[in-house]
């Protein structure tokens, strides 16, 4: 077997449907791992997965975690786990760029995200 390894700085940013700017570091046949920047004040769109699990890993900046009806602060350091099917978004609190890990498995689709 063969190691893969990409740098970061060889991913090509986009945005995804949620309005989060992604840079997509890995993509393995069960799982996914991204890089999101939200900008001050800005939240991504409510939205769920229908299959996928994710677990955020904030790496900067502060926000404002959605999940269904709960609400909490978070900030450098913090993980969150975010089950399919429950909807979920992030609002940036701070005034720097919110910057934060994506790990989804199976890995991120444009068709599994729903936006509510």
């Avoid at 709960?70 to 429950?86: C, F, N, T």
């Avoid at 609002?91 to 936006?115: I, S």
């Amino acid at each position: 077997m063969t190691m893969t390894l990409n740098a970061r700085d060889g991913c090509v940013a986009y945005i995804t449907k949620d309005g989060s700017t992604i840079r997509e570091i890995m993509k393995g046949r069960h799982q996914s791992l991204a890089e999101a920047t939200v900008a001050p004040s800005q939240t991504t769109t409510p939205h769920y997965h229908v299959k996928t699990e994710e677990i955020y890993y904030i790496l900067s900046g502060q926000g404002l975690m959605m999940l269904e009806e709960d609400e909490r602060e978070v900030m450098a350091g913090d993980a969150i786990l975010i089950p399919p099917g429950k909807r979920h978004c992030i609002r940036n609190t701070g005034e720097t760029d919110l910057t934060f890990l994506c790990c989804c498995a199976p890995g991120y689709r444009h068709e599994d995200t729903v936006l509510v």
